[in-house]
T-cell receptor, first 112, second 112 residues
Framework: DSGVTQTPKHLITATGQRVTLRCSPR?????VYWYQQSLDQGLQFLIQ???????AKGNILERFSAQQFPDLHSELNLSSLELGDSALYFC???????????FGEGSWLTVV | GESVGLHLPTLSVQEGDNSIINCAYS??????FIWYKQESGKGPQFIID?????DKRQGQRVTVLLNKTVKHLSLQIAATQPGDSAVYFC???????????FGTGTRLKVLA
């Protein structure tokens, strides 16, 4: 158990809908990262937050957004969902000064 | 959930033999590297890391080798066990950045 908690574990929704994925980082970790893992793309970096502020942005679609709250948990919002958004979405966290990031168990999103 | 990356390169190894998993990284400015293990339905799990000022680092049953000249990273697993069966990813990060770039992964199958 990495200490990173993600909910929900599984989610099935229809195209055009919006979902919110939630992440609680490890205790004491200020940085939160979101990654998308699909069959043909591997692990793709979406976005990173540090202590509530966006720190780095990757290949995140405009239909997707994220935020980190004062209690350091983070949410990834996915809207206008398409079939191709079906994937595993991972949250990871790290402590300041450490290069190592620790992953949660992921949220499996299926868009039908 | 089913594991992703069904089209990954696969390495099959006899139980008890040593395994060598290779990774070519892309950015010559990368100065930190991590190996992750991902079991089916789980998040990537940290195995071992290495900084660019090192050529070799050893852990418990695992060794990471770094060849900066050819931008190559390898993970050696000694006395491979059935529990080592998983997908293995390398990740790189450049100094001054917060973005980790993941390789496509290699599936390790341990044969009894």
């Amino acid at each position: 158990d990495s200490g990173v908690t993600q909910t929900p574990k599984h989610l099935i929704t229809a195209t055009g809908q919006r979902v919110t994925l939630r992440c609680s980082p490890r205790s004491g970790d200020l940085s939160v990262y979101w990654y998308q893992q699909s069959l043909d793309q591997g692990l793709q970096f979406l976005i990173q937050y540090y202590n509530g502020e966006e720190r780095a942005k990757g290949n995140i679609l405009e239909r997707f957004s994220a935020q980190q709250f004062p209690d350091l948990h983070s949410e990834l919002n996915l809207s206008s969902l398409e079939l191709g958004d079906s994937a595993l979405y991972f949250c990871a966290s790290s402590v300041e000064g450490s290069n190592t990031i620790y992953f949660g168990e992921g949220s499996w999103l299926t868009v039908v | 959930g089913e594991s992703v990356g069904l089209h990954l390169p696969t390495l099959s190894v006899q139980e008890g033999d040593n395994s060598i998993i290779n990774c070519a990284y892309s950015n010559s400015a990368s100065d930190y590297f991590i190996w992750y293990k991902q079991e089916s339905g789980k998040g990537p799990q940290f195995i071992i890391d290495i900084r660019s000022n090192m050529d070799k680092r050893q852990g418990q049953r695992v060794t990471v080798l770094l060849n900066k000249t050819v931008k190559h990273l390898s993970l050696q697993i000694a006395a491979t066990q059935p529990g080592d069966s998983a997908v293995y990813f390398c990740a790189e990060k450049a100094s001054g950045t917060y973005k980790y770039i993941f390789g496509t992964g290699t599936r390790l199958k341990v044969l009894a």
